[in-house]
């Protein structure tokens, strides 16, 4: 089955595909040739995976998987949440993790998670799936693995940050993970009835 994803983040629909195995075939908004920067103007992940998954579905009719994720600090009062990619620069990694390290400097409540809120959308109407992963924000970076936040976010009962973990082994626990494995049991039930 083709599921095409809403995203522009080549990351993200890699570790999508691997967690999906071969059985489906990810495809992205760049290879239908769609190059235009979706309007993410949503006040939470679910409205932003909304607006995904509805643009992709409305240009293309394809059942489209809309992923709307980011990294929630409790001491930042939830910062930078929906604001993830664009927190200190657009998408520029090292400014966003940059930003959360200065602000957490002397800070010594480090709890955070990892959300991603999906959105299927077809024929039929919208589904939603979310998946969270709790654990720390360090000190300084670690690893070259991954995207985004890797490098400064170690999962609860694990020693290393995501970047510093093979892909497969993030791709065991993570929060795209718990969010994908609802939706492929939403899609089997489906494809039962
Ligand atoms: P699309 O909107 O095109 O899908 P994006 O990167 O802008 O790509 P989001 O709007 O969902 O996606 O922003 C998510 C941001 O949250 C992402 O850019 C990273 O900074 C961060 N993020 C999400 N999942 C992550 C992960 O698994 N590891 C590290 N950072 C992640």
């Known amino acids: 089955m083709e599921l095409l994803v809403a995203t522009h983040n080549l990351h993200k629909k890699e570790e999508i595909q691997q967690i999906l195995g071969t059985e ?3 495809t992205s908004l760049t290879d239908y040739d769609i190059n235009d920067e979706i309007v993410e103007d949503g006040k939470t992940f679910q409205e932003n995976a909304l607006i995904k998954a509805k ?3 409305e240009k293309t009719g394809k ?10 600090v409790e001491a930042l009062d939830g910062r930078p949440g929906i604001f993830s990619a664009r927190y200190a620069g657009n998408h520029d990694f ?3 993790i940059a930003k959360v390290l200065e602000e957490l400097k002397d800070e010594p409540n480090r709890k955070a998670y990892f959300v991603s ?3 299927y959308k077809d024929e039929n109407g919208e589904h939603f799936f979310e998946g969270r992963v709790y654990g720390n924000i360090t000190e300084k970076t670690f690893g070259e693995e991954g995207f985004g936040y890797d490098p400064i976010f170690t999962p609860e009962d694990q020693n290393q940050t995501f970047a510093e973990m093979h892909a497969e082994d993030k791709n065991k626990i993570s929060h795209r993970k718990l969010a994908l494995d609802q939706f492929i ?3 089997n039930v489906e494809n039962k009835l």
Do not use: A, E
Not at 63 to 72: I, K, R
């Open 117 to 119: 809120m999906l959105c």
């Open 94 to 96: 090292k400014k966003n």
């Open 185 to 187: 049991q939403f899609l």
């Open 63 to 72: 059942p489209s998987l809309g992923d709307d994720s980011g990294l929630v």
């Open 55 to 57: 643009y992709c579905f």
């Open 24 to 26: 489906y075939l990810v």
